[in-house]
């Protein structure tokens, strides 16, 4: 239940990311420093609950995970509010802040259940975790349809529908007693699961880990938005429904799969789909084709993290907590601080790009007024996707929030200051829409195409693997009683 709140405020989030952008005003890097925000507490969070997880209590680190979790939404949706009195700034710190302490819940939480899981199912490790994890696009199926169905409500309202799993989960945890992790009650000392960590296989998985954070959850931060760029908004939220859908059935099926092809195989014919779907997604131009290369996709990206939890818990059982809490974490840092901004940023450096080429006036007139660069790559500046909603709307979103202030007999500072803008915007408007709306859609398939590189290279490390242990005959799960 603690995962699928997660997933729940992690598929919100990904439909309203463009009411952020419209409202408050922010580019596409700007968006994917929120989302990212969204994954990067999770991996600070999950490496350091998992040092204290057994002396500190797993009971007590899912209090706080509940407690972080409400905090979280007090402040995202504080940021109307804030934007009222502070302006964009304002809004994107509470945004920003507040998807970091939901991250942080979202981790604390991880630290519990994952070495939870393998201690109370220690001879089907793969299975049960892909099982645990199926709460993850359950809660992503959940936020789909809130954001399908409650679509015509304010963000706030969706947002706050994720408090009610949330609420859930804490009452569970009434009366509820804990055991200690496999590695733990075997009485293996907290210097011999650091060990585990040093060890060169651990660190290739741990690197392998950071490239599924990348691809998995800082493309699902953006997908529904990219393929709602491309066919159309309702479309992108429910093609985000069927992919979750098919990710929920087949992590009940993981353990048959692996029976007869081994975590590893699994993990590197995954890989192989996620590529393969991804590349085919950034050249989709109808429904029918998206849902085909979204399946491709889909079926790869399923067993990424619970299965590589398992691998992790099978070659290393006396890291226990720890070995876990480290792949946790390098995964959400890395769809974090790369993957969730990342995408943003070449969503934008494509979009603008091929507007100043194509129409370098109509550019200066959508660009944001500040420059944001990723890594060591150039500062560029996004559209303001503000505007850009105001074009494709032709205004009436303007129309109508002068209207609400109207009869409100208020004044806002940022709305006057963009209805000053499209009163000269809108004598071009109609000749600017094919221009931007084609730089969108174009920087949309560029990332997608870029993306597409990680899972590849991924199955070329996991078919290494696979040598390797051929090699020294075979891939087999360890226990704690073994020695390596």
């Known amino acids: 239940m603690a995962i699928l709140a997660a997933g729940v405020g992690f598929g919100v989030r990904g439909g309203i990311l463009a009411n952020w952008g419209a409202e408050y005003g922010f580019t596409n890097t700007e968006l994917g420093d929120i989302t990212g925000m969204g994954l990067v507490g999770f991996g600070v969070v999950i ?12 009971g007590k680190l899912m209090i706080t995970a509940f407690l972080m979790h409400l905090i979280s939404a007090v402040l995202t949706l504080s940021a109307g509010i804030a934007f009222k009195s502070g302006g964009k700034e304002a809004a994107y710190l509470c945004l920003y802040w507040g998807q970091f302490l939901f991250s942080v819940g979202n981790g604390v939480s991880e630290a519990v259940v994952n070495p939870l899981t393998a201690t109370l199912y220690p001879n089907n490790k793969t299975h049960y975790l892909n099982i645990l994890h199926a709460g993850w ?32 989960y804490g009452v569970m945890l009434l009366g509820q007693k804990f055991p200690k992790s496999e590695a733990s009650s075997a009485g293996v000392s907290m210097g011999e699961m650091l060990k585990q960590l040093l060890m060169p296989l651990m660190l290739l998985l741990l690197f392998i880990h950071a490239l599924v954070g990348y691809v998995e959850l800082g493309t699902d931060s953006w997908i529904q938005k990219i393929t709602g760029g491309i066919l159309d908004p309702e479309t992108g939220k429910w093609l985000f429904v069927y992919t979750s859908g098919l990710m929920f059935v087949l992590r009940f099926v993981a353990g048959p799969i692996v029976h007869k092809i081994s975590p590893l195989g699994l ?5 192989v789909f996620a590529s393969a779907g991804l590349y085919s997604l950034s050249g989709v131009t109808a429904t029918a084709m998206a ?15 619970p299965t590589m939890l398992a691998v992790v818990s099978e070659r290393f059982p006396k890291g226990g907590a720890i070995t876990m809490g480290a ?13 969730g901004p990342g995408i943003g940023y070449k969503q934008d450096y494509y979009a603008s ?16 007024a500040d420059s944001k660069g990723f890594l060591f790559l150039p500062k560029i500046k996004g559209l303001d996707q503000a505007k850009v909603e105001t074009l494709e709307k032709d205004g009436k979103n303007i129309a109508a929030d002068l209207e609400a202030l109207k009869k409100s007999g208020k004044t806002d ?25 084609g730089a969108g859609i174009f920087g949309s398939r560029m990332a997608l195409k870029w993306t597409s590189v990680v899972p590849a290279l991924m199955a070329v490390l996991y078919l290494l693997l696979i040598l390797g242990f051929k090699a020294k005959g075979g891939y087999k799960a360890l226990h704690v009683s073994d020695t390596h």
């Open 413 to 437: 500072e940022n709305v006057n200051k963009m209805n000053a803008w499209w009163q000269t915007a809108q004598a071009t408007a109609a000749a600017d829409k094919p221009a931007v709306a």
């Open 47 to 58: 490496l350091l609950s998992s040092f204290i997880a057994d002396s500190f209590g797993y």
């Open 267 to 271: 993990l590197f014919v995954s890989a």
């Open 137 to 168: 696009p359950a809660g992503l199926i959940l936020g789909g349809l809130i954001g399908i169905y409650m679509g015509s409500q304010s963000w706030q309202v969706q947002m706050g529908m994720f408090l009610l799993p949330v609420v859930i």
């Open 291 to 305: 849902l085909v290369a979204l399946t491709i996709y889909g079926i790869g990206k399923t067993f990424f993290w």
């Open 327 to 339: 792949m946790g974490a390098v995964g959400m840092l890395a769809a974090g601080y790369l993957g």
């Open 353 to 368: 790009g091929d507007l100043k080429a194509k129409a370098a006036t109509v550019y200066e007139n959508y660009a944001a």
